[in-house]
């Protein structure tokens, strides 16, 4: 069997972790590609003299050339700029409003068939964006975000409930922003809702809204932290499970950020919903029956989104 292609479009702190995470799992041969000329080329020579050491052949190379993304089976995007301290996701609009212009365009000229997973922020709409730009067909493009706050709010619980990370499920919902909606009814320790351990008086509502809000700054806690960029160890571990869902025909359920066009009484717009990722790209987005108040909470979302995608059309208006 062909092995597979991986093209990573940014090869900044996470594009460097997604190869390095996508050759230790052997997911095939990897092509790392930025703009700056060297940053590439440098991370896939240091990441190829992994290889001897891990015992992975993954063969690993640097561009900055589209057409060296030819024929990529999955393409993984992070091109742009990150935040710094003081900046929200949405400030980073109008700069990467253009990257993933250019980026639509490479994908569209030398890699049509892949699977596209979009990371740069904002999130929601960048990902629409860049399925405009490369006009590839909407189940084929998908934004990393939920399974990244998901992760953060599983951490959170399970570090609550002192319990294994392993026996903690949880869904976080819409927009990747301060607006996300982590479902805590659909949320699990070992198949026990969370509002059944408030019950079991294993936590209080308090402290379990007080989980919901942390995991809402999860990204700027970190911001806050490093200074001189954002998390980018746990969402490339995020985008690598997704990759992982296509190649592998896993018909993995994620939270990510889908085009949905009726359901939730959403039409026409990315946003984080339940979906499953297979050989087909998102083959399913499944619509769960959410409480009222997750409702009101995933449409404040919704309308934050929208709000994003006005601007991006001020600003391209071929949009
Ligand atoms: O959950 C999520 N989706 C978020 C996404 C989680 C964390 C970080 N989030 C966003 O991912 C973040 O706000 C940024 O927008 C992206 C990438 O974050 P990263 O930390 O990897 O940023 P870096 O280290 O600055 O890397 C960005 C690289 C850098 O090497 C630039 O030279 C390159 O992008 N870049 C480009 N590559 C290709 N084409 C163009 N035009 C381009 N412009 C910059």
Redo the contacts with the bound molecule.
Sequence with gaps: MARKKIAL?????????LAHLAALKGLGDIVL????EG??QGKALDLSQCGPVEGFDSQITGSNDYADIAGADVIIV??????KPGMS?DD?LGI?L??MK??GE?IKNNAPDAFVI??????DA?VWALREFSGLPHNKVV???GV??SSRFSHFLADEFKVSIKDVTSFVLGG?GDTMVPVIEYSTVSGIPIPDLIAMGRSTQERIDAIVQRTRSG?GEIVGLLKT????Y??AT??IAMAEAYLGDQKRVLPCAAYVEGKYGVDGLYVGVPVVIGAGGVEEIIEIALSDEAKANLQVSVDAVKELLVACRGIDNSL
Excluded: Q, Y
């Design positions: 479009i940014g090869a900044g702190n996470i594009g460097g972790t590609f930025d703009v700056v940053i590439p992070t091109a742009g700029v990150a935040r996701r980073l990467n253009k990257v250019a980026v490479g979009c990371i740069t922020n904002p999130l960048m934004g990393m975000a990244l706050d990747h990204g960029g954002s998390a980018f746990a969402p995020s985008g």
